[in-house]
């Protein structure tokens, strides 16, 4: 089995190989899986540091592993104005909501009264299953960060 420990924020190395994680799965310290090549391991990070789509971590042998995000079932608020946007993030906020925010979109696990909220204020809501990277909160770990790189939540197959 392949053990890692190790997070590494970049690398130039060519990766060996992923792994595909829900979020709640990404938030735990300990996991034990399989690879997307079909290798089983075990990750073993630090308490309250969610692993970040994107993250790598080295094992005990040197392998480079990948960490990807799984779609799973969210809902995707989208707005057509700032300041719409701005009153339903501090709505959901208020209530202390796990949210994934972009550009004049959020996102949340399926919650239908979110929803109505969010439904109430005119944002269309779209329940297609997507990758799940909310905001770790400030208290956190230093927020939303991908060690570097960038790419685009918005052309995440929801509709605007």
């Known amino acids: 089995m392949l053990q890692a420990y190790e997070r590494l924020d970049h690398t130039h190395d060519p990766i060996d190989d992923s792994i595909t994680l829900d979020h709640d799965t990404r938030k735990k310290a300990r996991i034990k899986g399989q690879t997307d090549q079909g290798s089983t391991i075990g990750i073993f990070v630090e308490r309250g540091h969610p692993l970040l789509v994107g993250e790598i971590l080295k094992t005990e042998c040197g392998k480079l592993i990948e960490i ?20 339903v993030c501090y ?27 969010a439904e109430k204020y005119g944002l269309t809501i779209d329940d297609s299953p997507a990758v799940f990277e909310p905001e770790n909160g400030a208290y956190g770990s230093g927020g939303h960060a991908h060690g570097g790189h960038s790419h685009s939540h918005h052309a995440e197959g929801h509709s605007h």
Do not use: I, M, Y
């Not at 990807?68 to 009153?87: C, H, R």
């Open 68 to 87: 990807k995000g799984l779609a799973e079932p969210v809902n995707t608020a989208t707005a057509s104005d700032w300041l719409t946007f701005s009153k």
């Open 91 to 117: 709505h959901l906020g208020n209530r202390h909501t796990v949210l994934q925010v972009g550009e004049l979109w959020l996102r949340f696990k399926p919650d239908h009264v979110l929803a109505e909220l």
